[in-house]
């Protein structure tokens, strides 16, 4: 089944204490894609990847990392997580950017990892 | 935790009938769009999408209605059932950058 699979689902840490989300498709998708989604909001951009070794930054980048050593992977790292992070996170992948409007590929999403940083 | 769908507009219809779900959008670069369906607890899923050399495309029970003079886009959804339920969102892609901008959403509420 394709699909996008994030983990975990839900995690409560401290201000401080450094934590990895981990994301992963099977699909075999160049574009990956980091989102959180805070009320009154909508969903917002935090990195994204083209491809294996690309990433760049998105919307609301300070405070997070990431990492693209292979296609599969695309984990999202806080160094120092802050109360300001406690949000409903979102991984996504799609076969390609190609850009323009012959670029129709579907954005799949994956199921959300929960944070709260106390 | 408080949920995404609180601060939204919502849309509330009975079984049956026909919803319209609106969106604008301010970029008239933007050539790429796409509606998403959020239901609680899930991450956004793909509904329908539309080019900006179109005017309306249709799905199963969905159409999309693209207006560019206006910047205006419309997700209509036929005979909505209580499954239909959820937050929508659209997106639109701006020309030339790599990344999809979202809308905050829309809650359809559909009672039977």
């Known amino acids: 089944e394709a699909q996008v699979t994030q983990n975990p689902r839900y995690l409560i840490t401290v201000t401080g204490k450094k934590l990895t989300v981990t994301c992963s498709q099977n699909?075999?998708?160049?574009?990956m894609s980091w989102y959180r989604q805070d009320p009154g909001l909508g969903l917002r951009q935090i990195y994204y990847s083209m491809n294996v070794e690309v990433t760049d930054k998105g919307d609301v980048p300070e405070g997070y990392k990431v990492s693209r050593k292979e296609k599969r992977n695309f984990p999202l790292i806080l160094e120092s997580p802050s109360p300001n992070q406690t949000s409903l996170y979102f991984c996504a992948s799609r076969l390609r950017w190609a850009g323009g409007p012959d670029n129709t590929d579907t954005q799949y999403f994956g199921p959300g990892t929960r944070l709260t940083v106390l | 935790g408080e949920s995404v769908g609180l601060h939204l507009p919502t849309l509330s219809v009975q079984e049956g009938d026909n919803s319209i779900i609106n969106c604008a959008y301010s970029?008239?670069?933007?050539?790429?769009f796409i509606w998403y369906k959020q239901e609680s607890g899930k991450g956004p899923q793909f509904i329908i999408d539309i080019r900006s050399n179109m005017d309306k495309r249709q799905g199963q029970r969905v159409t999309v209605l693209l207006n560019k003079t206006v910047k205006h886009l419309s997700l209509q959804i036929a005979a909505t059932q209580p499954g239909d339920s959820a937050v929508y969102f659209c997106?639109?892609?701006?020309?030339?950058?790599?990344?999809?901008?979202f809308g905050k959403g829309t809650m359809l509420l559909v009672s039977p």
């Open positions: 997106a639109e892609n701006i020309r030339g950058y790599s990344t999809l901008t």
């Open positions: 699909m075999n998708h160049e574009y």
């Open positions: 970029n008239s670069a933007s050539d790429y």
